[in-house]
């Protein structure tokens, strides 16, 4: 059977299918989930059927987010987590889209580990844990979302494709590539944004859309932590900020308000390893928790270092991690941990 025969027989007889995104869902996992919905309504009313498809977020989404086409539409578990459940529960597939591990929805993992529904995988981290029997998968991808793009493509429904579906898959690369210019960008990267560009996307407006939405408080917040929370350490070829609490409360930052300050630590000429250590004490009901986000150059492979020391994972060139301890003893584990890295950061590519 080919793909599109596949992919068919597969959603044909799906009448409640539930598209799920991780915690803090960003633009690539928003984006793509937002596509594959919007392209699977359009192909179920062609076809004269009816289901119900669901995109669930285990939070809130960014501002900056809410503008995408559907975003409105999605089931947030904070704001309704009995609805979230019950769509769950009823769900007779399951797309992951832009995680693989049921641990990364936080409270709706149990409920998902529970379900026997197939899953649909569309992903581009590294180690799954799900058994998929349709899986757009590949750990080399820039994004989920040129994976969505190729999902939503196999269908050979090209009339059920418009510049709403190109919108959202361009917000989900632009987002993970650092606007088209990671080290994960190829030729067909580009192939696939002048597709979505002849779909009627504008650049301009989906970059302002999400880029410059700062308000003058989280500027200035970002302003404040470059100037004095920063670390520069040129024999480690690496540079870090530690936030407190009470940066995050003086400039009254949000959870979603620190996203993109990590990438200043990699400006600094001669860093390999950028990383953000941010105190989340008012994330874990006011127990000590900071959240780690790890940046590198080349060869510096972050995504074993959070997972070997900082409970966390993601990509070889950017990674997370968490660890229940205040700032101050985050920071010295983190810099007793450094010396791990050292081969790898002295080497030159
Ligand atoms: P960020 O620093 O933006 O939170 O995360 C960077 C990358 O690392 C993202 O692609 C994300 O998927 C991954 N990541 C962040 N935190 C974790 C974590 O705790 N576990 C795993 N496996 N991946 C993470
Ligand atoms: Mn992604």
């Not at 302002?208 to 302003?223: A, K, N």
Request: glycine residues 6%; negative net charge; aromatic residues 12%.
């Amino acid at each position: 059977m080919n793909t599109a025969d596949r992919l068919r027989e597969f959603f044909s007889n799906k009448r409640n299918i539930a598209i799920l995104i991780h915690r803090n869902p960003d633009g690539d996992a928003i984006g793509s989930a937002l596509a594959v919905q919007r392209f699977l309504n359009k192909w179920f009313d062609k076809y004269g059927k009816t289901a119900n498809i669901t995109v669930i977020s285990p939070s809130l989404i960014a501002y900056f987010l809410e503008w995408l086409p559907g975003a409105e539409n999605i089931i947030r578990y904070p704001e309704t987590p009995d609805k979230a459940r019950s769509v769950l529960k009823e769900a007779d597939a399951i797309i992951y889209v832009d995680f693989n591990a049921p641990t990364r929805i936080d409270e709706l993992s149990e409920d998902l580990i529970a379900s026997t529904a197939p899953v649909v995988l569309i992903d581009h981290h590294r180690d799954p844990q799900v058994n998929p029997q349709i899986s757009y998968w590949d750990p080399e991808a820039a994004s989920a979302a040129q994976l969505a793009w190729k999902f939503i493509n196999d269908f050979q429904e090209p009339d059920l494709i418009d510049r709403e579906i190109a919108e959202c898959i361009y917000t989900g690369i632009m987002t993970d590539t650092g606007s088209f210019r990671f080290s994960s960008v190829t030729p067909e990267v580009h192939r696939i944004v002048a597709d979505l560009l002849e779909y009627g996307v504008n650049p301009d407006k989906v970059y302002s859309l999400i880029y410059h939405r700062f308000s003058l408080r989280r500027l200035q917040f970002f302003g404040h932590s470059i100037t004095f929370r920063i670390r520069h350490l040129p024999e480690f070829k690496t540079t870090y900020m530690a936030i407190p609490l009470e940066d995050l409360q003086r400039f009254n930052i949000g959870p979603g308000e620190t996203e993109g300050l990590v990438n200043y630590t990699l400006a600094i000429e001669g860093t390999r390893l950028g990383v953000l250590m941010i105190d989340r004490t008012r994330e874990n009901k006011g127990n000590p928790m900071v959240r780690f986000s790890f940046r590198s150059k080349g060869n510096v492979h972050v995504d074993q270092f959070a997972r070997q020391f900082f409970n966390g994972g993601g990509h070889h060139n950017a990674a997370g991690g968490t660890l229940y301890t205040t700032l101050e003893e985050a920071e010295t584990y983190f810099l007793q941990k450094l010396s791990h890295l050292l081969p790898e950061l002295t080497k030159e590519d």
